[in-house]
């Protein structure tokens, strides 16, 4: 029944090391994005995918590599972690087309470097 | 440079009003909407105004005026389970949504 569903809730890693964020929706949208909340809880959008497609990557460092195997997933690949990457990770989908205003959220990913 | 600026933290009781204000300065604008967010979870959608004038949904309003880039929700009947963090957004068009650094909302009984 969930409709943006993301994994793992959790991460903790060692500096250095590679991690994978998975994302799935089953509403049916065309557009997904991947958004990182600081300690401060400042959302920043990081990707925008629409229909597969990369729209936006708002000068994310290229150590973090989307995947949009098809439209309904969307996934986020970390090299070599650094203590910056620290904070939670949400993935978020819109219907698409000309209806991109409502943002649906996973329940976010908890990423820690150590 | 795109900005959105709101306080970051209110403090009501239980039963009060409570406006949250939200000025924006970005190089779209289609639209202003609302995000609740509770501790440890996910931001959840509250409205959207494309046009100017204030939009009720049951206890949440808001409103925009397009000419003053200039927002606000307005909650009324505040009950505890109301706070959460409160997140302005503008939707820039082009598969873009920026987002506010939140106000924090804490009601007491």
């Known amino acids: 029944d969930t409709a943006v569903s993301q994994t793992p809730k959790y991460l903790v890693t060692q500096m250095g090391n590679d991690k994978s964020i998975k994302c799935e929706q089953n509403?049916?949208?065309?557009?997904m994005y991947w958004y990182k909340q600081d300690s401060k809880k400042f959302l920043k959008i990081m990707f925008s995918?629409?229909?597969?497609?990369?729209?936006i990557n708002e000068t994310v460092p290229n150590r973090f590599s989307p995947k949009s195997p098809d439209k309904a997933h969307l996934n986020l690949h970390i090299n070599s972690l650094e203590l910056g990457d620290s904070a939670v990770y949400f993935c978020a989908s819109s219907p698409g087309r000309t209806t991109n205003e409502k943002l649906f959220f996973g329940s976010g990913t908890q990423l820690s470097v150590l | 440079g795109q900005s959105l600026e709101q306080p970051s933290e209110v403090t009501a009781v239980e039963g009060a009003i409570v406006q949250i204000n939200c000025t924006y300065q970005t190089s779209g604008f289609y639209g202003l909407s609302w995000y609740q967010q509770h501790d440890g979870g996910a931001p959840t959608f509250l409205s959207y105004?494309?046009?100017?004038g204030l939009e009720e949904t049951g206890r949440f309003s808001s409103f925009l005026s397009r000419s003053d880039s200039y927002g606000y929700l307005l909650l009324q009947e505040l009950q505890m389970k109301d706070s959460a963090s409160y997140f302005c957004a503008v939707y820039t068009g082009g598969f873009k949504t920026i987002f506010g650094a939140g106000t924090r909302l804490f009601v007491k009984a």
């Open positions: 995918y629409n229909n597969k497609e990369l729209i």
């Open positions: 509403l049916g949208h065309d557009t």
């Open positions: 105004n494309a046009l100017d």
